[in-house]
């Protein structure tokens, strides 16, 4: 590699020796055969101030934006001289290297050369570099030189004897690469560092020198890229000067001078103060144990260590304190009048005053005797922490204020309140009101070991595994109820921790230094952070690869999607390096998501089984300063549908559907219609049928019965037997009458009447209307009367009953022929008579006030039968029946419908 430029978009711009390669959405891709940069080597990569960037290409100089390419000629007397290296500086002015030296452009044109007569070996310069403070470097690989006046001068002792890249960072440090044995150097004001494989270095052949926009510098060997972080903590060990303390510290404490104390496991204490470091250990009057707390008391700085006791510095020497009681002390303090408070695991709470020792227990109102932590509280009472809760010294004795185990105490002096570290997450009290957060709700540990505010009251807190902070804002949200997850910023070695860990319990192993910074004891050496730093950079959010169903699909701001249920997967990236376990992501799938959805640091979204539609995926990121972007990066679903899920194909349905409605409404209304007009006309049928039976019964019954009075009239003065005799009979055909107009009501009810033989009713019938010797009847069958459905049989003998009255009633005759033929076609039926027969009016419509003939048509045609009269006057009658069988039936009822309708 021989350059490396961040493009704006958050892609990544690499120059080699093949050529010129841009990194973007996870895919490498070659910039060749554009406005004649050719595919040879990039002797030299620089951005410009307007988001663009100088390219030199093979003795040529390019100028890229917006991916297009320009070529920019060197007016040097027509010819370039060959193209070196390039730098812009802050003031716009394009300093280029070439084989005549160093030249200055401004709006393309040359402003100035500097060769041999300015300072500079013209044809051996090969770097030039601008600063952001107007610096101007160039070199030659062994010298460096820089711009004073008119005249380029040599930097003295500026780094490595030899290097091969400098740069100089956003501070304003010098920094070389050796291209050899010697790695790299920093020269920050004259104070130069080296860093080699011994500082971890992946080989001492470094090459590459680059700073992103986090203030971390990328350095290019030929073992690989490395990042050289700009973290937050700096971490101090024995190197520096602190006890070997077998690599682990367990306390940490700042003094009333501003010397920072730090304690070890069997090596003693160490002191640091205006960068100077200081041990005591077993020479200066410590024993081999473990520190256990520091407290500053009017005689000076108290060390507790386990076991020992107390030990107070007198001059150069610690001393022990006569007095202390054996055991595992822990915590001590000092109070407002000087006295020295500790605890003692398991006794109890102790106090030092004048000489004087007092013991405090539960019966002096301690909630527990196992105590881990010992605090000054704002107004300079005691606070005590211990396995049963935590107490106020309050007058002579303690007052419970909080009744839950309490690992570590922390202020808050700005909250107004306490920070309890717990085995169940971390509390916070205020005028007894507790309000308690866990790991559910993004702490990263339950188990509290000690908390702290900054100066921006920001909360640093240490866990079980982590050392993290938490920035105010969210911490308010949450204890004011308006969010319900914290987002602490973890710290790891990458950010200059000597470690994550921080041992034991029940000791101070962080603490706010007068000047605001964080100091942290942890297994691995003394660790500071600096608070006051600048804010981290935007977040940018960039989609890297999109998949359906786990196939790769080409990037772009719209994907079209196959129809059916898939899998879709998208991943997403931010190109910030600073902290990127720090960053956090949402994203909303408009058309979809109802609202935003956190990501946390997950960068991989997945949906399945969307319906067919537009969609719109947007996602955005937050910093580790939990600041969100105001730039979001954006995709396009479409989701295309089969055929019967298209819009046309549902209103097609639809329409279907409500002409569906429609039919079967109007049918049903038309089958509803059609079963009232049925049942209507079941009814006047019925109603017809009973007036037929009146007619044909009772009618006639009462005709007969009204003749017989004639006759009686007549008679009863000649013959009084024979008067007798009518009246009885008279009275036999009233009582017959009456039990016919019972029958007829019952067979309104049903028709299931036994069944009888044709002929044998007929002759009954016959014998009602006999009123003397003629007509004579005669019967005839022929063939075996078949079984007869009563409806049938009914309307079949009220149709015979009728002919046979009308003939012997009215037609004078004086025979009377009867004949029933049964086939396998049906019934026939002939009545004949001799008598006066009827006129072709009559036949037609029948006699005025009678319904006879009109009544045995409707007979008919409800069993789907046929009656044919043939009449002539003195000629006689003939009335023919004749009843299919019921095959053919239906043939003449739908005749029949088909000719009534048509009437």
Not at 632 to 653: C, D
Not at 677 to 693: P, T, V
């Amino acid at each position: 590699m021989t350059g490396l430029v961040p493009g704006e978009d958050g892609s990544l711009w690499i120059g080699t020796s093949a050529g010129l390669t841009h990194y973007e959405h996870g895919r490498f891709v070659a910039i060749a055969n554009q406005a004649g940069l050719k595919r040879f080597p990039v002797d030299d990569l620089v951005p410009d101030h307007e988001g663009g960037l100088w390219v030199a290409n093979h003795s040529r100089l390019f100028k890229a934006n917006n991916h297009a390419f320009t070529p920019c000629l060197l007016p040097v007397d027509g010819h370039a001289g060959g193209l070196k290296a390039i730098a812009e500086a802050t003031d716009r002015t394009l300093w280029v290297a070439g084989n005549q030296g160093v030249f200055a452009l401004r709006g393309g044109k040359v402003s100035r050369h500097y060769g041999d007569a300015e300072g500079l070996p013209a044809a051996n310069i090969s770097f030039v570099d601008a600063d952001a403070r107007g610096n101007v470097y160039a070199g030659d690989g062994h010298r460096l030189f820089r711009l004073e006046g008119e005249r380029f001068r040599i930097v003295q002792a500026p780094g490595l004897g030899n290097f091969v890249s400098l740069l100089t960072d956003h501070a304003g440090a010098l920094w070389m690469a050796s291209g050899g044995l010697h790695g790299i150097s920093r020269n920050v004001e004259g104070t130069v560092d080296s860093f080699r494989m011994e500082q971890g270095l992946a080989s001492n052949d470094a090459r590459i020198l680059f700073e992103d926009r986090s203030g971390d510098m990328w350095i290019g060997t030929i073992a690989g890229l490395q990042r050289l972080h700009n973290g937050r903590f700096t971490t101090y060990t024995v190197a520096d000067g602190l006890p070997q303390g077998q690599n682990q510290y367990d306390a940490v404490f700042e003094d009333k001078g501003y010397s920072i104390w730090v304690g070890s496991l069997e090596d003693g204490v160490g002191r640091v103060h205006d960068g100077r470091f200081e041990r005591f250990s077993v020479r200066e009057g410590l024993k081999r144990g473990q520190v256990r707390g520091f407290a500053d008391s009017d005689e000076g700085i108290v060390v507790a260590i386990s076991d020992y006791g107390l030990f107070r510095l007198n001059g150069k020497h610690f001393v022990p304190i006569a007095g202390i009681p054996h055991g595992y002390i822990t915590s001590p303090i000092s109070d407002t009048t000087g006295a020295l408070w500790f605890g003692l695991n398991g006794n109890g709470v102790f106090r030092l005053a004048h000489g004087s020792l007092r013991h405090f227990t539960t019966a002096e109102g301690l909630p527990g005797t196992r105590v881990s932590s010992l605090l000054l509280d704002e107004q300079g009472a005691v606070l005590v922490a211990t396995n049963e809760g935590v107490a106020q010294f309050r007058g002579d004795r303690f007052v419970t204020i909080a009744d839950i185990p309490v690992i570590s105490i922390g202020r808050d002096d700005q909250r107004g309140g306490l920070w309890f570290g717990t085995g169940d997450g971390l509390v916070f009290w205020k005028s007894g009101h507790m309000r308690r957060i866990t790991q559910a709700q993004g702490l990263p540990g339950n188990l509290v070991l000690a908390a702290t505010t900054d100066d921006a009251d920001n909360l640093w807190i240490t866990t079980a595994n982590a050392i993290a902070q938490v920035d105010r804002k969210q911490l308010d949200a949450v204890l004011t109820g308006a969010e319900n997850t914290l987002w602490p910023k973890r710290f790891t070695q990458a950010d200059g921790l000597g470690s994550r860990d921080v041992l034991p319990i029940g000791q101070v192993d962080i603490v706010r230094a007068h000047d605001g910074r964080i100091w942290l004891a942890t297994a691995n050496g003394l660790s500071v952070a600096e608070t006051k730093t600048a804010p981290a950079p935007v977040a940018q959010v960039f989609v890297e690869s999109i998949a359906i169903d786990e196939v790769l699909q080409q990037t772009a701001d719209r994907i079209v999607v196959p129809p059916g249920r898939h899998r879709l997967t998208i991943i997403f990236t931010s190109p910030d390096l600073h902290s990127p376990e720090q960053l956090r992501f949402r994203y909303r799938l408009n058309g979809w998501d109802k609202d935003w959805l956190d990501a946390a640091s997950v960068r991989e979204i997945t949906y399945t089984g969307l319906p067919p539609g537009d969609y719109q995926l947007r996602v955005v990121a937050a910093n580790e300063d939990g600041v969100w972007s105001d730039r979001e990066a954006s995709v396009g679903v479409h989701i295309r549908p089969f055929f019967y899920q298209t819009k046309l194909f549902m209103i097609l349905a639809c329409l279907t559907l409500l002409a569906s409605v429609i039919e079967i409404t109007r049918r049903r209304t038309r089958y509803v219609a059609e079963q009232q007009r049925l049942r209507f006309q079941e009814r006047a049928a019925e109603r017809e049928r009973i007036g037929y039976q009146i007619h044909d019964t009772i009618i006639q019954d009462l005709v007969g019965t009204a003749l017989q009075l004639e006759l009686i009239g007549m008679q009863i003065p000649e013959n009084s037997e024979k008067t007798a005799y009518l009246l009885a009979d008279l009275t036999a055909r009233m009582r017959e009458m009456v039990g016919k107009s019972r029958n007829m009501v019952s067979s309104l009810h049903s028709m299931a009447t036994p069944q009888y033989h044709l002929l044998e009713v007929l002759r009954e019938a016959a014998a009602e209307f006999r009123l003397g010797e003629l007509p004579v009847l005669r019967l005839e069958t022929r063939g075996k009367q078949p079984i007869i459905k009563p409806l049938v049989r009914d309307e079949v003998y009220r149709i015979c009953r009728e002919a046979l009255a009308n003939a012997f009633r009215h037609s004078n005759a004086t025979r009377i022929d009867v004949c029933a033929a049964y086939t396998d076609e049906g019934i026939e039926i002939s009545i004949s008579d001799d008598g006066s027969g009827m006129d072709e009016e009559t036949l037609r419509i029948g006699r005025s006030g009678h319904f006879g003939l009109s009544g045995m048509q409707a007979h008919a045609q409800r069993i789907g039968a046929t009656v044919l009269i043939d009449s002539e006057l003195n000629l006689g009658t003939t009335v023919r029946l004749n009843v299919p069988t019921p095959s053919r039936r239906w043939w003449h009822l739908v005749r029949n419908i088909v000719v009534t309708g048509m009437r």
